[in-house]
């Protein structure tokens, strides 16, 4: 069996390797149907969350899938539909605690990690037809305000100032600063900065206390802005709406790469925190589940 530190080795592994080749593996790519929500779903429709949704992205960018329903080999053949021959599964991992037999307190719980894989429902045949979504027309027209995301960054109460040349947020002000919009290339670009530094802000101490002092360059910078990046598309897919990479890519990748090669639990903790920034902020928005 493969041991918790093998399982966060390969994961780390496999994120490293789409960096090195200019991939953001948490970018889940917009084709296909139109949904409310892009974020991978477990076959019970129950979403999957943390790393998971960064493997399963991967796994789905890579292979070109629009579906974004998985499950294990088992639960295909209990649903009386099979895996196709050759098709290759993606890991994902199970999180956990048991009791030792001579531990009976619950403060001696040890946790673990399980890792497991499933596959897409594009690589099962003879599935019932609620697992296959109807095709949605692709608006052709660029919408320049989205009110639904509007409205969601309104309720978050984050005080946002529209105008200069940056955008960054500013801990000791506990303020948000944005270009003008007429900078911005496209509303995907204008929401996925946005939600980029709602994220930091989620942040503060008085929310959810993460450690904002790392100057650029830095580890603890490094790491933030991992956690950032990543629960911005964590947002933007509960949201419904494209996630778009920030363009200073290279210097970003440069240090996360760093980060992740030093400490093969840094994408699973990124991923870890960048889940509870994003179920922090969701309590803002009516529109997702």
């Not at 080749?21 to 974020?39: D, E, H, L």
């Not at 944005?178 to 995907?188: N, T, V």
């Amino acid at each position: 069996m493969q041991s918790v530190k093998d399982t966060y080795q390969r994961i780390t592994d496999t994120i490293i390797q789409q960096l090195e080749a200019g991939t953001k593996p948490w970018i889940r790519p917009w084709r296909g149907n139109v949904r409310r929500s892009a974020t991978p779903l477990r076959a019970s429709g129950e979403a999957y969350r943390g790393i998971n949704v960064v493997m399963l992205w991967l796994s789905g960018q890579l292979a070109g899938y629009d579906e974004n329903t998985w499950m294990t080999y088992r639960q295909a053949q209990e649903l009386g539909a099979q895996v196709r021959k050759g098709e290759q599964g993606t890991l994902v991992v199970k999180y956990g605690t048991f009791t030792p037999k001579d531990q009976e307190a619950d403060d001696r719980a040890v946790p673990y990690l399980k890792g497991y894989a499933v596959f897409n429902v594009e690589q099962i045949d003879n599935l019932p037809d609620r697992f296959k979504s109807p095709a949605d027309d692709v608006p052709m027209d660029a919408v320049p305000v989205l009110e639904n995301v509007e409205s969601f960054i309104d309720r978050t109460g984050a005080k946002i100032t529209y105008g200069g040349k940056q955008a960054c947020y500013r801990p000791g002000l506990d303020d948000i600063l944005i270009p003008d919009r007429g900078r911005f290339l496209s509303e995907i670009h204008l929401y996925s900065t946005v939600l980029h530094e709602i994220s930091h802000w989620s942040g503060a101490k008085a929310r959810l206390g993460r450690d904002l002092s790392g100057r650029f360059g830095s580890e603890a910078y490094a790491m933030e802005e991992l956690v950032a990046e990543i629960s911005a598309a964590f947002v933007c897919a509960d949201l419904g709406i494209e996630h778009d990479p920030r363009d200073n890519t290279a210097t970003y990748v440069e240090n996360w790469l760093k980060v992740l090669k030093q400490d093969s639990r840094a994408v699973i903790t990124a991923a870890a925190k960048a889940q509870a920034a994003a179920d922090y902020l969701r309590q803002f928005s009516s529109s997702t589940g």
